[in-house]
């Protein structure tokens, strides 16, 4: 499941700067595109505003297919303060943006699947799909608005993996 994961973020990443560029962090003095996978970063005390962070939470096979079928949930969870040049009273308005962009960066919910330990990346046989996102409610502490999304992304498992 590692080089779907992988695939999935690939593609988010990549379909965000191109959606939004000025959505960054500096993570490790490098400016890269505001999304990240918790699981391979040092650990946060406090989860970064303005950034999407991919959380893999649970992992199933279905073995009853031709081919080993994985499917992996993925919440996406995602703060702001709003703007300083508003004090922050925008917060509600960078949060529906915040909305919009995940739904588009996960438009198509498909993408080729790859393998990262080689590099250049070299392409697998399969795609890697996920279905519509599940948005939970707005979670107010104190100046930040947050949300989550959940979306299931299955894989065909291939040779080696």
Do not use: H
């Amino acid at each position: 499941m590692q080089n779907a994961k992988d695939s999935f973020y690939v593609a988010l990443r990549a379909r965000l700067a191109a959606i939004n560029p000025e959505r960054t962090i500096l993570l490790r003095g490098a400016v890269r595109p505001g999304i990240l996978v918790e699981e391979a970063e040092a650990f946060f005390s406090r989860l970064p505003n303005d950034v999407f962070i991919l959380r893999w939470l649970s992992l199933g096979f279905d073995l009853e297919l031709g081919s080993t079928m994985a499917a992996g949930e993925c919440e996406i969870i995602y703060q702001t303060c709003g703007t300083q040049s508003f004090g922050g009273l925008d917060r509600g308005r960078s949060l529906s943006g915040m909305d919009e962009e995940l739904t588009a960066i996960l438009r198509p919910f498909y993408t080729p699947k790859l393998n990262y330990t080689n590099q250049p990346p070299l392409p697998t046989l399969t795609q890697v799909f996920w279905n519509e996102p599940g948005f939970g409610p707005i979670v107010v502490q104190r100046d930040r608005l947050s949300r989550s999304a959940k979306v299931m992304v299955y894989s065909y498992q291939e040779r080696g993996e």
